[in-house]
Every structure is written in structure tokens, then in C-alpha cells.
T-cell receptor
Framework: EAGVAQSPRYKIIEKRQSVAFWCNPI?????LYWYQQILGQGPKLLIQ????????DSQLPKDRFSAERLKGVDSTLKIQPAKLEDSAVYLC????????????FGPGTRLLVL | AQSVTQLGSHVSVSEGALVLLRCNYS??????LFWYVQYPNQGLQLLLK??????LVKGINGFEAEFKKSETSFHLTKPSAHMSDAAEYFC????????????FGTGTSLTVIP
């Protein structure tokens, strides 16, 4: 069984530029999560999808961050414009169902904003 | 509201010594508790989880954790540390009434000294 795929693995941009991350969850997993992990901290949930609908985006900075999962499979997370404090690892995770399930994580995308 | 506190951001043990990583949680409802491990430049991997039933949970790589409701703790232990155990460890909590939103601790970096 293939795991959660993410790309790119690394990205360096200048502040005020735009960037997009892609995630392909495990096949058949209905729930998809995007986390931001700042150095020295635990992952913080940005947005949670159930199929192609948003379950929770309360911690997503909506003035600059957006995410979509149009067909209920893969997902993209975009930052526009980026700020220095957005430097972090962006993790994607998926679960088969919504409740009490183990989350399977991708390798993450490491973003550096200069 | 739910939260997780991991005491000790850095723990060092000698190879072969006992590993003890501490996790305390806060939850107003019965929690589901998880320990994840993160190796450098990789995503999070599940070590073990407690949902219901036996309070002593065994996981991969010889790790185990005990759910103690009276102490609101879920400490991770391993009798004998191995060099390959060096990594970042995260405790997380969720529950049935939070839409499967996970709350992660800030992590504990484990160093194993040869």
C-alpha cells in the first residue's frame, strides 16, 4: 500500500512570493489534514477535509492561505503572499474515516521563506 | 478543550538504559492518546495508541505506554534504549467529540549516547 505522497520536498522562496504544496493521500482515505510544523513545535492543524468538504479550517490564516480538495482525493495548499513566519514543514496526513483513526503522515514539505 | 504537555524538550539516555518520555493531557471527555515518532526529514509514524480497553499499550520497536486516568498521563517507556531510537517523539490527544482533530505536544527530542 502506497503511503501519503507530498511534493515538493523542499522549497525556498522570497517573502511576498506565492507557493503551492501538493498531497496525495492513501487510496480510499476520506479524511485529509494539512498541518504546519514550526521548528521546535508540534504539528498544528491548518485544515481538515472530509472527502471534498472542509470540516475544520479555524486555524487557517485565510488572508494568505488557501486549500482545496476538489475531487475528494488529492489536495493543494497555497500560500500567497508568503511571510517569513511561514517557514515551517507542512505535513499532510490522511485517515480512512473521520473518527478515532490513526493518521498516516506524508514526509512533509520544508518551506524556507527568505 | 484538549491539550497535551510533554515535559522535557530534550532527553538523553545511554544506550541500554531505560527510556522515559513524559506526556500529560487535558481532556474533558475520555481521550484517545497517541505517541508518534519523527525521524529527521520524515513525517510522523505511529508508535502506539490508546483508545479503550487495556491501559498498558504496546507499540512498535519495543515501546509501551500506560494510560493513567488519575494522573492524566500517558508516559512512553522502553526498557533498553537503542541508537536507532534517537528521534523526535510527539504525544497527541483526540476524542470522539472533536471531529478527530488531533492536538500535539511540542515534542521531546531523544538522544541516545553510545
Amino acid at each position: 500500500e502506497a503511503g501519503v505522497a507530498q511534493s515538493p520536498r523542499y522549497k525556498i522562496i522570497e517573502k511576498r512570493q506565492s507557493v503551492a504544496f501538493w498531497c496525495n493521500p492513501i487510496s480510499g482515505h476520506a479524511t485529509l489534514y494539512w498541518y504546519q510544523q514550526i521548528l521546535g513545535q508540534g504539528p498544528k492543524l491548518l485544515i481538515q477535509f472530509q472527502n471534498n468538504g472542509v470540516v475544520d479550517d479555524s486555524q487557517l490564516p485565510k488572508d494568505r492561505f488557501s486549500a482545496e480538495r476538489l475531487k475528494g482525493v488529492d489536495s493543494t495548499l497555497k500560500i500567497q503572499p508568503a511571510k517569513l513566519e511561514d517557514s515551517a514543514v507542512y505535513l499532510c496526513a490522511s485517515t480512512q474515516q473521520m473518527y478515532q483513526e490513526t493518521q498516516y503522515f506524508g514526509p512533509g514539505t520544508r518551506l524556507l521563506v527568505l | 478543550a484538549q491539550s497535551v504537555t510533554q515535559l522535557g524538550s530534550h532527553v538523553s539516555v545511554s544506550e541500554g538504559a531505560l527510556v522515559l518520555l513524559r506526556c500529560n493531557y487535558s481532556s474533558s471527555v475520555p481521550p484517545y492518546l497517541f505517541w508518534y515518532v519523527q525521524y529527521p526529514n520524515q513525517g510522523l509514524q505511529l508508535l502506539l495508541k490508546y483508545t479503550t480497553g487495556a491501559t498498558l499499550v504496546k507499540g512498535i520497536n519495543g515501546f509501551e505506554a500506560e494510560f493513567k486516568k488519575s494522573e492524566t498521563s500517558f508516559h512512553l517507556t522502553k526498557p533498553s534504549a537503542h541508537m536507532s531510537d534517537a528521534a523526535e517523539y510527539f504525544c497527541a490527544v483526540t476524542s470522539s467529540n472533536t471531529g478527530n482533530q488531533f492536538y500535539f505536544g511540542t515534542g521531546t527530542s531523544l538522544t541516545v549516547i553510545p
